[in-house]
C-alpha cells in the first residue's frame, strides 16, 4: 500500500495523461489541487470525470500550511503556463526552481513535461546529483527522455523520429495541442517573428494578426497537411470538431494518422516509475 505525497509539477499539454493515470490508481486517498491561474482547464475535466479533490491556495502549500496524511497515499498538482515554452532556457529554470521549492512537502516527483527545448536535460539525474527527492519524466521504452508532448503519444523520442520521416510537411495535433495551438505556436521566436516584421511588410503579405501569420509561416516552410494524433484520452467529438476547425482555418488538409503509432507506454510508464518510490 502506496503511503506519502506524490507530487506533480504538470504542463497544460499533459492534464488528460495525469487524469488517465489517476483515475485508474485505487491506492489515491487524496488529490490536492493547488489553487492558481492555470488550473481552469484541469478541474473542469476532473469535475467532469467525477473526481474527488481538495482545492487550496497554492500559497500555503508552498509555506507548508497545508497538512497530509502520510499514512496513507496523497497526489498534489501543480498547474503551470503554457506561455512558458515562450523560451526553453526560462521554462528550466523556472521549472527547476519549483522542484527545488517543493521538495520539503513531498515524498516524490512526478514532471509531467517533455526536453522542451532543453537538449540533454534529464531532471531525474539532475535531481540525485542535488540530493532531492526521486523523481519521474516521460521516457521511451530505451530510457530516453521524451522531447516533447508528441513524442509521448507515440513511445519516445526515437519513434518520433520515424514519424517525422514518414509524414512529412505535417502540423501535428493531439487532443490537449487542438484547444491550445495558438497559444503554443505564438510562444518564442514565432511571437517575435511577427511582432519584429515591419508593417509595410505585414500589408504586403496579408498579415493582419496572429493567426494569418501562423497561415503565411506554414504555407512558406511547406507545411500542406494537419495530422491528427488521437491518444484516445479526450473526448472524440470534441477533439474531431477542433481538428477540423484547425485544418479550416490554417488552409491545411486535414489527414488522420494510420493505426499502429500511438501508444500510452510513455504515459504509463511516468506514473508506474512514480509508484515505485512508494514500495
Not at 477540423?244 to 493505426?259: A, C, G, M, T, Y
Amino acid at each position: 500500500m502506496a503511503k506519502g505525497v506524490l507530487g506533480i509539477i504538470i504542463c497544460p499539454m499533459f492534464e488528460d495523461e495525469l487524469l488517465y493515470s489517476l483515475g485508474r490508481d485505487p491506492e489515491i486517498q487524496r488529490i490536492v489541487v493547488l489553487d492558481n491561474e492555470h488550473v481552469r482547464d484541469i478541474r473542469s475535466k476532473m469535475d467532469k470525470r467525477g473526481m474527488r479533490y481538495d482545492l487550496v491556495p497554492e500559497a500555503d502549500f508552498d509555506e507548508g500550511r497545508v497538512e497530509f496524511d502520510r499514512s496513507v497515499f496523497n497526489v498534489v498538482i501543480k498547474a503551470n503556463s503554457l506561455a512558458l515554452h515562450a523560451e526553453p532556457a526560462d521554462l528550466k529554470a523556472f521549472v527547476e526552481g519549483q522542484i527545488r521549492d517543493i521538495q520539503p512537502h513531498i515524498d516524490a516527483l512526478g514532471l509531467y513535461y517533455g526536453l522542451c527545448g532543453n537538449f540533454g536535460w534529464d531532471v531525474t539525474e539532475w535531481c540525485r546529483q542535488m540530493g532531492y527527492k526521486p523523481a519521474a519524466v516521460f521516457r521511451s521504452a530505451s530510457g530516453r527522455v521524451c522531447d516533447d508532448c508528441i513524442a509521448v503519444a507515440v513511445g519516445g523520442s526515437e519513434r518520433y523520429l520515424e514519424l517525422e520521416r514518414t509524414y512529412t510537411g505535417m502540423f501535428y495535433v493531439i487532443p490537449s495541442f487542438a484547444n491550445n495551438w495558438q497559444t503554443f505556436v505564438m510562444a518564442g521566436d514565432t511571437a517575435k517573428g511577427l511582432n519584429n516584421l515591419p508593417e509595410e511588410t505585414k500589408q504586403e503579405l496579408g498579415l493582419t494578426d496572429q493567426e494569418s501569420f501562423i497561415r503565411w509561416m506554414f504555407e512558406f516552410c511547406g507545411y500542406t497537411n494537419t495530422l491528427k494524433i488521437d491518444t484516445g484520452l479526450s473526448e472524440k467529438d470534441e477533439f474531431e470538431e477542433a481538428f477540423q476547425d484547425i485544418s479550416r482555418r490554417l488552409n491545411l488538409k486535414p489527414l488522420v494518422i494510420e493505426d499502429g503509432w500511438v501508444t500510452l507506454n510513455s504515459v504509463e510508464g511516468i506514473y508506474a516509475t512514480c509508484k515505485s518510490f512508494f514500495e
